[in-house]
């Protein structure tokens, strides 16, 4: 069971940046795929970006390419997601999700096994 815990959340201005991040349990974090998902109000869980166990692979949906990075830090167990430019419609939950399939970055939440309990961002315009 790998357990995983975002922070970072919270109320911004459009324009703005915020970094997330998510640190799992467990002395194998390595192992983990990595990614990021939002899911606004009334809406889909959306992908957002991914990184395989070594950070070798990254995958970006392209609606957050180019203003989103996902990085992460294995001796620290923690993901990050650096948000720059934010808009309004970035205004969602923000969940991180785990998979033990090093080699790989999932884009789907269906390739995932385990999530966090999401963090709040709202954006203001």
């Known amino acids: 069971q790998v357990q995983l815990v975002e922070s970072g959340g919270g109320l911004v201005q459009a324009g703005d940046s915020l970094r997330l991040s998510c640190v799992g349990s467990?002395?194998?974090?390595?192992?983990?795929?990595m990614g990021w998902f939002r899911q606004a109000p009334g809406q889909e869980r959306d992908f957002l970006a991914a990184m395989s166990g070594r950070g070798l692979t990254t995958n970006y949906a392209d609606s957050v390419k180019g203003r989103f990075t996902i990085n992460r830090d294995n001796a620290k167990n923690t993901v990050y997601l650096q948000m720059n430019n934010l808009k309004p419609e970035d205004t969602a939950v923000y969940y991180c999700?785990?998979?033990?399939?090093?080699?790989?970055?999932?884009?789907?939440?269906?390739?995932?096994?385990?999530w966090g309990q999401g963090t709040q961002v709202t954006v203001s315009s």
């Open positions: 999700a785990a998979v033990r399939l090093p080699a790989s970055a999932p884009t789907t939440s269906r390739g995932y096994a385990y």
């Open positions: 467990g002395r194998t974090f390595s192992s983990l795929a």
